[in-house]
């Protein structure tokens, strides 16, 4: 049995199978098993091309890597897929450089060979390609830069974990609310929701790249991420500023109709839109209280846009859809 197929049999074992809330299952992997299964091959195969290229027989690279014979002569075919996200980086390149010569000039021990690939495993799970490759393999981790993997579990990571769920589960509301469409923006719409306290921009999650309408439907391009917006996350940065309760929002297209449904319960503001100088004004509009409706009517060159805003993601959206809803 091979190493994947025993990996893949513990994790039946032990139950490491896990249900989702969309249904779907996910396998909780560990970052060591991506450098069992995917990296130390890869090396291993690049030291062998590259220790055969400096004139070593296959046996002494085989005692050099630590495998058989035969192990050796599978690397240097070219029947392996080495990982490319491994191969293509100059790190990794250079570290191999560096292991072939020491072997070959006798000025590097197996110790120091290990040593370098130890560093260099750290660094590609911190926000490297390990940690590219682990947030492919577990979605969860989508979005947080395998800080989990780095720094070890804290309230902070814990809040931002919480705040990308949040987020997805928002989008994925809007998202199949109908007629949503209707009232989304040319230069698109975004659902973005701070963490506690935020400072700036980077503390607020949102979808990169923005939400647009497309044949009826909207087109959600990424998972949400931290920094991937700026006018909402301007915005929402006001209104948590001056009530920290309110930390998620969503913009619409502002209409006549869209006004016009916006119950007598909620609170309405009008402000300029004009760019320079917003978050100011925003400021001093938020210092009377916080309106859960938000609008501007344009300006030359800036589209009208509503924004509203909630408690969460979730919140903002499901008031939006309420309100899109009164439309009929």
Not at 138 to 158: I, K, N, T, W
Not at 262 to 287: C, H, I, K, M, W
């Amino acid at each position: 049995m091979n190493p994947a197929d025993s990996i893949s049999r513990g994790r039946r074992v032990l139950g490491y199978e896990l249900e989702t809330a969309e249904g779907v299952a996910v396998t909780v992997q560990l970052p060591s098993e991506i450098v069992v299964e995917r990296f130390l091959p890869t090396v291993r195969s690049m030291l062998a091309a590259e220790l055969e290229a400096r004139g070593f027989a296959q046996r002494a690279i085989a005692d050099r890597l630590g495998v058989s014979q035969a192990a050796v002569s599978q690397y240097l075919s070219d029947e392996r897929r080495d990982e490319e996200r491994f191969v293509d980086d100059p790190r990794l390149q250079a570290t191999v450089e560096r292991i072939a010569e020491g072997f070959e000039n006798e000025t590097m021990d197996d110790y120091e060979a290990l040593a370098e690939l130890l560093e260099l495993v750290r660094a590609f799970e911190d926000r490297g390609p390990i940690c590219a490759i682990h947030e492919e393999e577990m979605p969860a981790l989508e979005g947080m830069g395998c800080d989990l993997c780095v720094r070890g579990r804290d309230q902070a990571m814990q809040a931002e974990r919480d705040v990308l769920a949040n987020v997805r589960r928002a989008v994925r509301q809007f998202s199949n609310a109908p007629a949503v469409a209707d009232h989304v923006p040319n230069v698109g719409t975004n659902v973005a929701m701070a963490l506690p306290s935020p400072g700036n921009e980077t503390e607020v999650a949102a979808v990169p790249g923005r939400i647009h309408a497309m044949r009826g439907g909207l087109n959600v391009p990424a998972n949400p991420e931290f920094g991937a917006s700026h006018h909402v996350a301007t915005t929402l940065l006001a209104a948590t500023a001056a009530d920290e309760t309110v930390r998620g929002a969503v913009n619409l297209a502002t209409s006549d109709a869209l006004l016009a449904a916006v119950p007598d319960s909620l609170t309405v503001a009008n402000f300029d839109p004009e760019y320079e100088g917003r978050r100011q004004r925003l400021d001093d509009l938020f210092e009377t209280g916080v309106p859960q409706v938000l609008y501007h009517e344009g300006a030359f060159g800036i589209e009208p846009i509503t924004y509203v805003l909630g408690t969460s993601a979730v919140d903002a959206v499901e008031r939006a859809i309420a309100i899109l809803d009164r439309i009929g």
